[in-house]
C-alpha cells in the first residue's frame, strides 16, 4: 500500500512552454498532496501544499501563477509549469499523507526530471 | 523556516561496518521521519517516529525519537553495497499544519565492497 505515481518520469521542452505533471495515489486517497522542488545535490523544497477541493497554499518566494495545481479529486493532484524557461528545470516530487487522526507519514512518488531547454 | 542540522553530510564506509546518522532542529518536533533516495527517484520512507524516546527498528535500521524532541538518529548495522544512496531526516514541530515537514540536508552514503 502507500503508492504515489508520478506522470511523466522525465520532460524536456522548449523555453516558453507549458508542461503539466500529475501525481496519483494508487492505493489510497489523499485529500492533501505536497509538491516539491529538488536541485542537484540539495535537500527538497516544499513548494506547495495542495489541498483536494480548494485552493493551493504556496510557500514563500513560489509563484502560484507560474506554478499551477490543481487538487481535483482525492488521488490526483496535477503541477502545471506555465512558460518555463531553463531555470525551471529541476527534479519535481510530490507527496501524499496516508491516514488520518494527525498522521505526518508522507509517500513520495519517483519524481519528474524536468529540463527546459 | 524551520531548518535541520543532519549530520555527517557524507560518510565513506566499507561494507559490514556500522552507520549512524543525526539531526537536531531547534524547536520541539511531533514527529520525525527517516527517507532514503536513490538517484533519480523520490524518497522512500524507512522508518517513522511519533513520541518522544521511542526506538523503532526497520531489518538492519533503527531509529530512535530523541528525549528532548529536539533530535533523532538513524544507525544501519552491517552496512551492504545496496545502502548507498542519501539519507534525509524530516520532521514537524507543533506550530506546522498537518503534513508540513522540514528536511535535513541529507546524508550521502557510500558504501565500498
Redo the contacts between chains.
Keep these: 500500500g502507500a503508492v ?1 505515481s ?1 506522470h511523466p518520469s522525465r520532460v524536456i521542452c522548449k523555453s516558453g512552454t507549458s508542461v503539466k505533471i500529475e501525481c496519483r495515489s494508487l492505493d489510497f486517497q489523499a485529500t ?1 498532496m ?1 509538491w516539491y522542488r529538488q536541485f542537484p545535490k ?3 523544497m ?1 513548494m506547495a ?1 495542495s489541498n483536494e477541493g480548494s485552493k493551493a497554499t504556496y510557500e514563500q518566494g513560489v509563484e502560484k501563477d507560474k506554478f499551477l495545481i490543481n487538487h481535483a479529486s482525492l488521488t490526483l493532484s496535477t503541477l502545471t509549469v506555465t512558460s518555463a524557461h531553463p531555470e525551471d528545470s529541476s ?1 519535481y ?1 510530490c ?1 501524499a ?1 496516508l491516514g488520518t487522526g ?1 498522521s ?8 519528474t ?1 524536468l529540463t527546459v531547454l | 523556516g524551520q531548518q535541520l542540522n543532519q549530520s555527517p553530510q557524507s560518510m565513506f564506509i566499507q561494507e559490514g561496518e556500522d552507520v549512524s546518522m543525526n539531526c537536531t532542529s531547534s524547536s520541539i518536533f511531533n514527529t520525525w521521519l527517516w527517507y532514503k533516495q536513490d538517484p533519480g527517484e523520490g524518497p522512500v520512507l524507512l522508518i517513522a517516529l511519533y513520541k518522544a524516546g521511542e526506538l523503532t527498528s526497520n531489518g538492519r535500521l533503527t531509529a530512535q525519537f530523541g528525549i528532548t524532541r529536539k533530535d533523532s538518529f538513524l544507525n544501519i548495522s552491517a552496512s551492504i553495497p545496496s545502502d548507498v544512496g542519501i539519507y534525509f531526516c524530516a520532521g514537524r514541530d507543533r506550530g506546522s499544519t498537518l503534513g508540513r515537514l522540514y528536511f535535513g540536508r541529507g546524508t550521502q552514503l557510500t558504501v565500498w565492497p
Design positions: 504515489v508520478q492533501t505536497f540539495q535537500s527538497l516544499l501544499t527534479f516530487i507527496s499523507i494527525g505526518d507519514t508522507q509517500y513520495f512518488g519517483p519524481g526530471r
